[in-house]
């Protein structure tokens, strides 16, 4: 079953409620998380990128067999030697089934079930107990999603961001994924993508919107504006209830949704 539509603080940059304000209708949407996950889980894949070795890898040898009768393995081996090549069992051979390019990693969704997916996801961005569930931090008097008046959108200095979003009570979740970066494990160190970082506010503004500037220098915070809101970024890797702050002009943009 939908929600019923609830109604929200407007909050100054000082934190102070001005007046209460109505969400828009997608927030009243039901929560699925099934289709939240099947709609992240496309997303990564047609983000994909074709990948295999080169068709030669492992081939480069000069090789015959010696066939039967030598009490040895029947396998490849080098021309000028007696070590085994080419063979996926031999060290530095092929490999038996690599990857191929040609291989289609995307995965197709109906446009209706990844719009409902988006508005799903928005959805629980204003429910306090699945956002806490996903491990964000705020103090209880405060009201989901966050909403500023549009002065919020004109501040250009990380300063001013921080200090508007520590007025609401949001300042553990910015230490929370501050003090959360860690070093990955596995491989991927190796491979360009060293760190791993905890997401922390999604901060959706108008296109013109100048806190940009000063808000992409916090770790774990992400800007986008309502035209470029997505599953993903609502419920990165597939996890509904991102802490959401927005501003009154994208709140009002939504509500033409």
Not at 24 to 42: C, G, L, M, S
Not at 148 to 159: A, N, P, R, V, Y
């Amino acid at each position: 079953m939908a929600g019923k539509i609830r109604s929200v603080n407007l909050y100054s940059l000082k934190g102070e409620a001005r007046e209460s304000i109505a969400l828009p209708e997608a927030f009243a949407t039901e929560y699925r998380p099934d289709i939240i996950k099947r709609a992240v889980v496309a997303q990564q894949a047609n983000k994909r990128q074709p990948y295999g070795p080169s068709k030669k890898a492992g081939m480069r040898h000069s090789v015959s067999t010696w066939g039967k009768g030598r009490g040895v393995s029947r396998v490849q081996r080098l021309s000028q030697g007696r070590k085994g090549a080419e063979s996926p069992n031999n060290v530095m051979g092929r490999r038996a089934h690599p990857p191929v390019p040609e291989r289609d990693w995307s995965k197709a969704m109906n446009t209706k079930e990844r719009r409902m997916a988006k508005l799903s996801a928005l959805a629980a961005s204003a429910n306090e107990d699945i956002v806490r569930a996903r491990g964000h931090c705020f103090e209880e008097n405060v009201t989901l999603p966050v909403v500023f008046e549009d002065g919020f959108e004109s501040l250009t200095s990380t300063k001013g961001v921080i200090e508007a979003l520590d007025s609401v009570g949001l300042s553990d979740d910015l230490f929370r994924a501050k003090d959360g970066k860690h070093v990955r494990a596995g491989k991927g160190k190796m491979r360009g993508r060293r760190y791993r970082q905890p997401r922390s506010v999604l901060i959706v503004v108008s296109d013109q919107a100048q806190v940009g500037l000063g808000a992409k220098n916090i770790p774990g915070v992400e800007i986008t504006c309502p035209r470029r809101l997505n599953t993903w970024l609502l419920a990165p890797g597939g996890d509904a209830g991102r802490l959401t702050v927005f501003s009154q002009s994208a709140l009002q943009e939504i509500g033409e949704w």
